[in-house]
Every structure is written in C-alpha cells, then in structure tokens.
C-alpha cells in the first residue's frame, strides 16, 4: 500500500489517495465561538476641530454613544419591578390621609372605603351615573353626604360607585378603586350566603341541608345573576357599550358576579341585613316559589317531630324575616333562627347521660354560659337550658337518630355555622389587612376556614370524645381515624352556628379566635 498525502498550509482542503481507492475528503472546519464577544464602538471625530483632552470633545463623545441602539429585550412587566419601601413619614402620611382610618364608629364600613380620596374622573362617574342607579335600586336620589357623621348611610354614594368598578371597565386601572371594588364583592359574597341560609332555615323548618342548598343556587348562582340584573335594569351600567344577551356566557357572567357581590356588600355595610332582603326580592324580583328554583326530586325522610309553633301550618315571607326583631326579655339573640334549627323535641334529652358525663367538660372548655344581665333570673336559667340541648344537638351525628327522627343531629345548626364563620373570617380579615386587594383576602380566607383546620381545632381542644354516634359508625371510626374527621368539621361548624343563635355574632368571634385560635397566632404549650 502507497499512501500519498499533500499539505498546503494556506488551504482547507485535505486528500488522502491510496492505491486501492480514490477518496477526497472536504470537512467543513467551522469558526470557534470561545472567544470573548468585543463591541467596539467608534467614534470618528476630527482631530484638528477640538484638542484631544477639552471638555467639548469628551462630551460629543458621549453624545455619539447615546445613539448606539442596544440589543431588543423583553421589558419585565410592571408588578415584577421592586419598587423601594416608603420611609415611616410617607407611610403613615399615607395610612392618616386615608378614608380607611376616618370613621371610628364604623371599624367594617371604614376598612371598605377607597385606600385614597376620588379624583375629578371618580365624581364624574357618579355625577352622570349615580342617580340612575339609586332610582332602579329604589333609594332617594339627594346626595349621601346631607346624612350625618353618625350615619353609616353617608357612605353610600363612594360604595355603591365602587360596586360597579367591575374588573373589565375603564376605571378599574386606578388602584383605589379596583381593590375597593374587590374588597366589596369579598365581604358581599358571604353576606348573601348569610341571608340565603337564614330565610331558608326560618321558611322550611323541616327541610335538610341539601334541598335549601340547591334552591340558594338556583337564586343566587352565578348563571342566574344576569336575569336579576336585568330585572333591575342595570345592564346598561354593567356593559355600556355591548348588548348583555349578545355576549358570550365568559364574557357576561364575572363582571355581573363581580357588582352583583358588591353591591351587596355595600348594602349591608350602610343599612344592614333587612335592606338586603328588600333588594334582593323586590328590586329583583326573586320568587323562591318558582319552578326552576326549585330542588331536584329525592327521598324523603318522614318527619314526625313537632316544629316550633311560629312555623307551624305557614311559610314565613321575605317581609317577615326581614323585619323581624326579637322582644326585649328574648331568651336568645336569634330567637326565630334558633327554633329553626333546635327542634321543640330536644328537651326529651334533658338529663340524659350525656347531659350529666359530658356537658359540663364540653361548657367549661368553650367558655359557658357566658354571663348575661338579665332582668329576671329565671330567663338566664331557661337560656343555660336551652344552650345544653343545643350543645348536645351539635355533638349529636347523623348515624345516631336522623333515620327516625330526621331533625335530630347537627346538620342544620352546621349549614348555619359554615356561612355565619364565612362572614366572621371576611370581616375579620378586612379589618385586619387595609391595603390587601379582595383575591388576596380570598385566598387568605379559604386557607383559614379549610374542612380539615376546623376539625383539627375541634380536636386540639380533645372535644371530638363527646360526639355521639350509632354503635356500627363508633366501630367503624375506631379502626380507622381518619372516618372521623369530617365529623369533627361539621361538630365545630354546628357550634358555631349556635353560639350565633343564642349570643349573637360577638360570641362566635370569640369562640373562632380566643377559643379554637383559626389564626394560629396565641402560643403554643409546650
């Protein structure tokens, strides 16, 4: 074999010839990237027009620099640009000039108020606007501001202006008034669910959970709120440029969820809880009668127990839970709302072996009785009576008594706690973060009431020993524990429901963060 080979320094191209085979090979020798990358920038100036160190020259120089174009790059968007923290003088310059901090009286109203003052494009809106609202609404059309400071109603114009803020229209850029418009609709959600569960409770005395649930959706559901809306005549408000049955379902449905839970939210805030029926059924005309509100067809259980004798033979009417106030020397502070869920025939438990062995563990460890100043004694002693048969009721489980006895476990005293905690948690949070827009509240609150902390709360305190079941589930949960911890939800969410029907809001603040601690913020023992 005969190998030949020629090298030429200057040339790429390298062949090998043998005497067998005539093969070239050409391989494309490509230019390395390793080197370091250089710009060199250039300036060509004339030596003769200006001496080398004078000023004028260093500065045209730099002029000339300026001009080079620098590589096209993605500008980050505006909230991932860290911006410094204003100093301790504009803070609290700002937090003091804040609307948030005017009202003492009305610590609730005033954490919902715009974190600035409106500008000239804010009173503009409400100038054209606002008395169309009031009039479909059905509110005197003069000015909120005639009412005086002791007045939560004076308020009225900036929330019910905020209320239809939606997410999507031109104003909502401006940061005080898409946090005020969301911070709204975060209170007014829970506030609707409130008064759904409390005329339901009062109207079927004798229906369980399930059904009234689905009736509150077909009501209050976010597919049904644009027919409200409409019934209202605010679509117009809500979209001004667009026709509302024209638009998709996507497009329609969250800016009318978004005002329709503001707007409530801002109802309730001014002029409480019977406002809000009135709005809710004679502005929009709400029928629970109707035919598509009401529930699918199932089983039901027989019912032979007696209900309370204001509920007997009748369905209470919107009017009459809404103007509805309790008698001076009433035994409760939702007297109605506790007949609704505590069925006449609980007494038959008074004195059983719950009533003696647990009791007073479960009374000494919530804080019970609570001291009351009652004109007459014997009203304190029929309210610590009737708070036992409560309490054995919340702890009393399904499996036990309700094949034969529907009313008789904790499921209607839970429906009524998980709203009355729902609205507790909402108000305590936006009392509590000022600045915070309504979907970080959200998330806050969902991760605060969460199923499986309730029953964990429970059973820190060791109350889930004193829950009554049936013989085969007490079998069931003592081979496996974790059976029982929806249960334990559902006894904490009953007590909560109540404690708000014997003592009021006040107590079921007390309970969810003295007692149970849903903040986790009091010191652990160790």
């Known amino acids: 074999m005969e190998l030949c080979s020629t090298f030429k320094p200057n040339s790429l191209d390298f062949s090998f010839s043998s005497s067998f085979s005539q093969l070239s090979l050409k391989p494309h020798v490509k230019k390395s990237n390793f080197g370091p990358r250089f710009h060199v920038l250039a300036v060509a100036l004339d030596p003769k027009e200006l001496p080398q160190n004078s000023p004028q020259r260093l500065l045209k120089e730099l002029a000339e620099r300026k001009k080079i ?27 003091l000039n804040s609307p948030q901090l005017s009202l003492k009286a009305f610590p609730l109203l005033s954490s919902c108020l715009p974190c600035s003052r409106l500008n000239n494009a804010d009173k503009t809106w ?24 002791d007045n939560p109603a004076k308020q009225f114009d900036v929330l019910l202006y905020l209320a239809f803020q939606h997410p999507k229209c031109e104003r909502s850029n401006a940061r005080h008034v898409r946090n005020g418009h969301s911070r709204l609709g975060f209170l007014g959600e829970y506030v609707l669910e409130l008064a759904m569960c409390e005329f339901f409770l009062q109207r079927y005395p004798r229906e369980s959970p399930g059904p ?49 839970w503001a707007l409530f939210g801002a109802i309730y805030l001014c002029f409480g809880m019977p406002e809000v029926y009135r709005v809710l059924f004679e502005v929009f ?26 509920f007997e033979g009748t369905k209470l009417s919107w009017q009459e839970v809404a103007t509805y106030k309790p008698p001076e020397d009433a035994l409760f502070a939702h007297p109605r709302v506790f007949r609704a869920c505590v069925p006449p025939g609980m007494h038959r438990f008074r004195g059983n072996v719950w009533d ?37 009721l919340a702890f009393l489980h399904p499996s036990k008594y309700k094949f034969e006895h529907p009313r008789f476990c904790f499921e209607r005293l839970e429906y009524l706690g998980q709203k009355i905690q729902d609205l507790v948690m909402a108000e305590r949070l936006l009392m509590k973060h000022l600045d915070a827009p309504g979907r970080w509240l959200q998330e806050r609150h969902r991760r605060l009431v969460m199923n499986k902390f309730c029953g964990r709360y429970l059973r820190e ?38 404690s708000y029907a014997i003592y009021g809001k006040p107590d079921v603040r007390r309970l969810m963060f003295e007692v149970f601690d849903f903040e986790q913020i009091q010191p652990k023992l160790v």
Not at 77 to 89: C, E, S
Not at 242 to 259: A, F, G, H, N, T
Not at 287 to 294: G, I, T, Y
Request: include cysteine; hydrophobic fraction near 35%; charged fraction near 30%.
């Open 285 to 310: 005309g709400m029928d629970p009668e109707a035919e598509d509100c009401q529930p699918k067809l199932r089983r039901q259980l027989e019912d032979v127990d007696y209900v309370s004798v204001e």
């Open 356 to 392: 003696y062995t647990s009791r007073p563990q479960v009374m000494q460890t919530l804080g019970y009785p609570l001291v009351m100043n009652d004109r007459i004694p014997e009203i304190t002693e029929a309210r610590n009576v009737e708070l036992g048969l409560g309490l054995q």
């Open 126 to 149: 409400i100038d054209e606007y606002l008395v169309e609202v009031k009039q479909c609404l059905g509110y005197p059309l003069e000015s909120s501001e005639s009412y005086g400071d």
């Open 69 to 95: 174009v620098s590589p096209k790059r993605k500008i980050p968007p505006k909230r991932f640009i860290l911006k410094p923290p204003l100093d301790d003088v504009k803070l609290a310059e700002r937090f």
């Open 212 to 260: 009234m649930r689905e009736r509150v959706y077909a009501l209050i559901g976010k597919r049904y709120m644009p027919k409200w809306i409409k019934n209202a005549s605010l679509q117009n408000l809500i979209f001004p440029y667009d026709d509302m049955d024209k638009l998709k379902r996507l497009d329609r449905e969250p800016p009318v969820k978004s005002v329709f």
């Open 461 to 498: 305190k060791n109350l889930h020993r004193y829950i009554i079941y049936s013989e085969e589930v007490q079998d069931a949960f003592e081979h496996n524990r974790r059976l029982r911890n929806p249960a334990t939800t559902s006894v904490q969410q009953a007590i909560h429901g109540l």
